[in-house]
């Protein structure tokens, strides 16, 4: 393919998933902003930042997770964890916020220990220790306060970060800016995180060309952990309460965005700028349906559509490609459109 | 081909999206917009105030936006105020899960000239106008003996089931029972005792009390569990009709033993008039006809009601009985 001339390059690049996913969000925006008189506004854009952001940290880093073939689902019920302890230690244990804030962080990476623990040490599969987790993290946040002690009044120097404007921003932006920059140059600019593909497509290569499989993945899960706790700290301000139920249901929305943003669920190919554009188009259209005035179940229905859209619109040229070739030569199919086996546990 | 046939189609949605005019679909130029907000949508309780809503609003020529959580997260309320405020509503009636959590929204809705009122469940008082309030404790407390001294003809032995010792609102409302009760010389409270609001547990405390008290007339429970689990106890022991059995409850719990003729009486309040109240007093808000300040609200057809401080009252609870509980689906 690279030596391919420039204008099959063009054509490729054009056809590319996230061009699709930003046509996609292209369309859901200017038809939002047409039947909706209020959508375009800043007021209502700002919204959209600080209504995703939370979910959008999520999705981040369970970019790197799949990318390594792995899953967490327990992403959301550490994220309530995370908040519960976080109003512990502020109220109870008499913490500024900023102190409780950071021992949260600390937290959360011992949650994301656990799975990554748990992953490499004993090769139970990501999908059976995350929703073992699921269920733990939300069990403790419950029995820690009994299903209804929940933490308030929190003091206005921290709900700015998650209510109020900075820079002329929503205050959470720059967080989420920081760790989206983050986290690309760690999958697309450093040798260090470029292996997780490397690994999601196949573990055992992986081990044999010298890659460090266990630390690696390790790794991407306690960076879900720590960065599961940094949304419930913002999830906390935006809301001014942390309750036991916070971010219920995250770990899915999370997924989603990850998978419209052309990541195989496999492992092995994805992109961060892709989740970029996931996350956006699940937020804009969970907002505008209200400003079409459409029920809130539709986001559902639509962002399932959504999915299945993106999905056959980014595999089907590749699998058209590769039918149109075979009766000539038959070679194998491109490598990046039949997605890798299902990733054994990394070892 | 195909692939900038795919490409077209987005490009054509994009263009479809972007060439329509604004104006066009901005709903109801001069109309009044009411968003009114159940603590959860599928909730039968709130698709029940759902229905005296829209009552209220086709009465008053007013748009009405019904919309709420669909799952269990906190947040979810928080977004849908929000957007319902950046949609430019004219009143926000919001029923609210968390009352901290929400109020921050709330606040930021009046502070856009949104007015805000609640129902069924306060926010802070700094974030809305007015509480539709469904039920105050003496209004609990008093239809709750009255209703026990009218089914045992004014004398007899009772016993009160409730949720446990230490419930705040249950002792609350036993206050206000108890105070009552000095109006029914006749009427004796012979045990007080707990089910830990589990029906099981109120059936077997039912048996209980109807072996250790055979002149028993009456079991309230004053837990809504505790109303099928007494009847089930008195039906069982066989002494339907003999020993009555009323409460505090939900319709669709008790619709059974109603008919069964086990259970005379199911005591709440009416839920359709609570979402109709709550639009009347939304769209009256926003007209300037309801201001802080007013002792009463007059409601249309529905009547008049007494304003106390900020809480409109919904008044007396509703009895659910024979003849009306099928009315009711929740």
């Keep these: 393919m690279s030596s391919a001339p420039a204008s099959h390059?063009?054509?490729?690049?054009?056809?590319?998933?996230?061009?699709?996913?930003?046509?996609?969000?292209?369309?859901?925006?200017?038809?939002?902003?047409?039947?909706?008189?209020?959508?375009g506004t800043l007021d209502n854009t700002y919204d959209i930042v600080r209504h995703s952001v939370e979910f959008g940290l999520l999705a981040l880093v369970m970019t790197p997770v799949i990318l390594t073939g792995g899953i967490d689902l327990s992403v959301g019920s550490l994220l309530g964890l995370s908040a519960i302890l976080f109003g512990k230690l502020w109220r109870d244990a008499g913490l500024s916020p900023a102190a409780a804030a950071a021992c949260t962080l600390g937290i959360g990476a011992l949650g994301g220990g656990l799975n990554a623990t748990l992953i490499t040490e004993l090769r139970l599969p990501p999908l059976i220790v995350t929703l073992g987790t699921y269920s733990l993290f939300r069990g403790l946040a419950e029995a820690i306060t009994h299903g209804s002690d929940t933490f308030t009044n929190f003091p206005p120097s921290f709900l700015f970060l998650g209510q109020e404007r900075w820079l002329g921003l929503p205050a959470q932006a720059p967080i989420f800016i920081?760790?989206?920059?983050?986290?690309?140059?760690?999958v697309h600019r450093m040798t260090f995180g470029r292996c997780f593909r490397t690994i999601g497509?196949?573990?055992?290569?992986?081990?044999?060309?010298?890659?460090?499989?266990?630390?690696?993945?390790?790794l991407v899960y306690v960076l879900a952990g720590t960065?599961?706790?940094?949304?419930?700290?913002?999830?906390?301000?935006?809301?001014?309460?942390?309750?036991?139920?916070?971010?219920?249901?995250?770990?899915?929305?999370?997924?989603?965005?990850?998978?419209?943003?052309?990541?195989?669920?496999?492992?092995?190919?994805?992109?961060?700028?892709?989740?970029?554009?996931?996350?956006?188009?699940?937020?804009?259209?969970?907002?505008?349906?209200?400003?079409?005035?459409?029920?809130?179940?539709?986001?559902?229905?639509?962002?399932?559509?959504?999915?299945?859209?993106?999905?056959?619109?980014?595999?089907?040229?590749?699998?058209?490609?590769?039918?149109?070739?075979?009766?000539?030569?038959?070679?194998?199919?491109?490598?990046?459109?039949?997605?890798?086996?299902?990733?054994?546990?990394p070892t | 081909m195909k692939?900038?046939?795919?490409?077209?189609?987005?490009?054509?949605?994009?263009?479809?999206?972007?060439?329509?005019?604004?104006?066009?679909?901005?709903?109801?130029?001069?109309?009044?917009?009411?968003?009114?907000?159940?603590?959860?949508?599928?909730?039968?309780?709130?698709?029940?105030?759902?229905?005296?809503?829209?009552?209220?609003?086709?009465?008053?020529?007013?748009?009405?936006?019904f919309?709420?959580?669909?799952?269990?997260?906190?947040?979810?309320?928080?977004?849908?105020?929000?957007?319902?405020?950046?949609?430019?509503?004219?009143?926000?009636?919001?029923?609210?899960?968390?009352?901290?959590?929400i109020s921050t929204a709330l606040r930021k809705a009046q502070a856009k000239g949104i007015k805000v009122i609640t129902y069924d469940a306060d926010a802070q008082a700094d974030a809305r106008s007015f509480f539709v309030n469904q039920a105050t404790p003496d209004g609990i407390g008093n239809a709750l003996m009255d209703e026990a001294a009218r089914l045992c003809d004014k004398s007899g032995e009772y016993a009160i089931i409730t949720a446990t010792l230490t419930a705040a609102n249950q002792n609350e409302w036993k206050k206000?029972?108890?105070?009552?009760?000095?109006?029914?010389?006749?009427?004796k409270l012979v045990a007080f005792r707990p089910c830990d609001d589990d029906k099981d547990k109120a059936q077997a405390e039912a048996t209980a009390l109807l072996s250790t008290y055979p002149n028993l007339k009456l079991i309230m429970s004053i837990c809504s569990p505790g109303v099928p689990g007494a009847a089930e106890a008195v039906k069982q022991a066989g002494k339907a009709g003999k020993v009555k059995v009323m409460g505090l409850g939900l319709p669709n719990e008790n619709k059974r033993y109603v008919h069964e003729g086990v259970t005379d009486s199911v005591i709440l309040w009416n839920t359709q008039d609570l979402g109709n109240l709550t639009v009347q007093a939304a769209v009256a808000l926003v007209k300037g006809t309801l201001k802080p300040g007013d002792t009463s609200f007059t409601a249309g057809k529905l009547g008049t009601f007494a304003i106390k401080g900020d809480n409109i009252l919904l008044g007396k609870p509703f009895i659910f009985n024979k003849g009306n509980i099928d009315q009711f689906d929740f």
């Design chain 1, 9 to 39: 390059r063009w054509r490729a690049a054009l056809f590319r998933h996230e061009t699709l996913l930003l046509a996609l969000l292209a369309t859901e925006w200017c038809y939002f902003n047409a039947v909706g008189a209020h959508f």
């Design chain 1, 178 to 186: 920081v760790v989206a920059l983050g986290v690309w140059l760690l």
């Design chain 1, 201 to 218: 497509f196949s573990p055992e290569g992986a081990r044999y060309a010298g890659i460090p499989v266990k630390r690696r993945v390790g």
């Design chain 1, 227 to 345: 960065v599961s706790a940094l949304a419930a700290i913002i999830y906390t301000a935006r809301l001014g309460q942390a309750r036991a139920d916070a971010g219920t249901g995250y770990e899915l929305y999370a997924i989603t965005a990850v998978v419209l943003g052309g990541t195989s669920i496999f492992g092995g190919v994805g992109s961060v700028h892709g989740t970029l554009l996931g996350i956006a188009a699940i937020a804009v259209l969970d907002n505008g349906l209200v400003h079409a005035r459409q029920p809130r179940e539709a986001a559902g229905v639509l962002t399932g559509v959504l999915l299945l859209i993106a999905l056959t619109g980014s595999v089907a040229p590749k699998l058209w490609a590769a039918r149109r070739r075979r009766p000539a030569a038959s070679p194998p199919p491109p490598a990046s459109a039949v997605s890798p086996p299902l990733a054994t546990p």
């Design chain 2, 3 to 65: 692939k900038i046939a795919l490409l077209l189609l987005f490009a054509g949605l994009a263009l479809a999206g972007c060439s329509k005019s604004p104006d066009t679909s901005a709903p109801g130029a001069k109309k009044l917009t009411v968003a009114l907000l159940p603590k959860s949508k599928g909730n039968a309780y709130f698709i029940s105030c759902r229905i005296g809503a829209e009552k209220a609003a086709a009465d008053l020529g007013v748009d009405l936006i």
């Design chain 2, 67 to 101: 919309d709420g959580p669909t799952d269990t997260d906190p947040a979810k309320q928080n977004e849908i105020v929000d957007n319902w405020t950046n949609l430019g509503v004219d009143v926000i009636a919001a029923a609210c899960e968390n009352k901290e959590g």
């Design chain 2, 176 to 187: 206000y029972i108890d105070e009552r009760n000095a109006s029914f010389p006749d009427m």
